[in-house]
């Protein structure tokens, strides 16, 4: 298969947008939904660890109290599908081990053959919690596949609104995730934007890249 | 202009994978590499605040620097262009009016008509300082362009690594960030796998979607 143009992605990127207003009438065809949902299943992490959960919420009633502790926003009743980021505390052992298991159910092998490589990824966990930057080094790996979502939207021509304005402790008793190993991040609506959605005809606002860009 | 078909982008997102051996004699055209580069200016922020530094590094003698300061790491080393991501400390009023700025110059209008939203950004910044997540908070932007940078790479058929193995204080030593406001985050390699990359052909190790994606 043949890689897209350049041109194509920056188009696409420069197309998409924080969207504000959905058209509540648009619903994302099945299809392109499932192949979203892949790219967040997809999505690079550190060790390849996936320390996360994403929670679809497409009961009326829980986007209704999702949206009142997002501070009254919209996105979540208007858009086609919401997305909640969670991401995985207090990362152990046990997690190492669940995903070894995967690896050798996906590529065969045994345990003892990646003794060591377990030893590595226990051994930087280990001082990530020794040192207090585990849980904010593993949410950032979350940032990572909400980059892809977004990134992978725009090229299907689906609009997004990735959202950090909202109360994570009131999402997490929405959610059933108090209490858990898992805790909201973020979240992201996805559908089409509505034809009056002021902000889509906005410029986009980013420095010039001589000013975030640099070349050694 | 035509959105990419779900195939096609399912198709590059399991192609990609991190590359562990590039071909040092391969490098981008440059049209590529400002096309990705193009991509990271682009990339979406919390506010759009954009809390970045990119730097990206041709220089052989600091290559070298980085690799020693990457556990000996040879993608530095031979990759195309290698991007340190390096994200902003302590951000403050003087940055939200400097995006203020940015935003006048390119939308228009007057810093007089942005005060209400000026003082919601000040507002979130300074809870989010009294409350000891700020750098942590910014840091987790830095990676939504990590993931933009990754998803865009494999569209265009470009390899890439996303390394976090590496020091982060020795990285902002060699890259003069010691001392700044910035600090580094990660990094990402981008060029060619080597035909010998024995990692490319490994099957990629993600969890089952029904143990990642709940759906409500």
Avoid at 127 to 152: E, F, M, N, P
């Amino acid at each position: 298969m043949q890689p897209i143009s350049s041109s194509l992605l920056l188009e696409a990127l420069n197309w998409r947008y924080a969207t504000k207003k959905f058209d509540r009438t648009k619903k994302l065809p099945t299809a392109t939904w499932a192949a979203l949902e892949q790219a967040l299943v997809l999505a690079p992490s550190s060790f390849g660890l996936q320390p996360w959960k994403f929670i679809v919420v497409q009961d009326a009633a829980v986007r209704q109290a999702l949206s009142a502790a997002s501070w009254g926003q919209t996105q979540p009743l208007d858009c086609s599908q919401f997305v909640v980021f969670a991401g995985r505390k207090n990362l152990d052992a046990a997690q190492i081990d669940r995903f070894l298991d995967r690896t050798i159910e996906v590529r065969g092998g045994n345990k003892a053959a990646l003794a060591d490589y377990r030893a590595i990824m226990v051994g930087s966990v280990e001082k990530a919690r020794a040192g207090g930057y585990l849980d904010g080094w593993q949410s950032r790996q979350v940032y990572i596949a909400l980059g892809q979502l977004l990134t992978a939207a725009a090229l299907l021509r689906i609009d997004a609104c990735p959202m950090e304005g909202l109360d994570p402790a009131e999402y997490d008793k929405i959610l059933k995730l108090a209490g858990t190993d898992y805790t909201t991040l973020c979240a992201c609506a996805i559908g089409y934007r509505a034809d009056d959605d002021k902000y889509a005809t906005l410029p986009k606002v980013r420095y010039k890249a001589a000013e975030v860009v640099t070349h050694i």
